[in-house]
Nanobody, 125 residues
Framework: VQPVESGGGLVQAGGSLKLSCTTP????????TAWFRQPPGKQREFVAV????????YYDDSVNGRFIITRDNALNTLYLQMNNLKPEDTAVYYC???????????????????WGQGIQVTVSP
């Protein structure tokens, strides 16, 4: 099982992008899913998480109010709507999936079992 991201690219500051992630080969509705990112020269960091039903959502403070995580279990797809993008949002964005029960350590990379290959998002000043 490897999630597959799409929708990245180059955008000017203040613009928007929407990332998508599918998880072929496994029942998507059974997974807690999240977005992480890795800025140039930095470690991978948590962005947002959404529970299996979509009821529980958490964001990192750096994106709260600008990014929106959603999921469509019927389409086996996770989304990240990114608005008011800033140059500091430039990073490789990763989709992650966890089929184990909910954990309070949702901000840790080690809590997720499956990862996408990553997709580049570049925000120009």
């Amino acid at each position: 099982v490897q999630p597959v991201e799409s929708g990245g690219g180059l955008v000017q500051a203040g613009g928007s992008l929407k990332l998508s992630c599918t998880t072929p080969g496994r029942t998507f509705a059974d997974a807690i899913t999240a977005w992480f990112r890795q800025p140039p020269g930095k470690q991978r960091e948590f962005v947002a998480v959404i529970s299996k039903s979509g009821v529980i959502i958490y964001y990192d403070d750096s994106v709260n109010g600008r990014f929106i995580i959603t999921r469509d279990n019927a389409l086996n797809t996770l989304y990240l709507q990114m608005n008011n993008l800033k140059p500091e949002d430039t990073a490789v964005y990763y989709c992650a999936a966890r089929f184990a029960p909910w954990t309070s350590n949702y901000q840790l990379s080690s809590s997720y079992e499956y990862w996408g290959q990553g997709i580049q998002v570049t925000v120009s000043p």
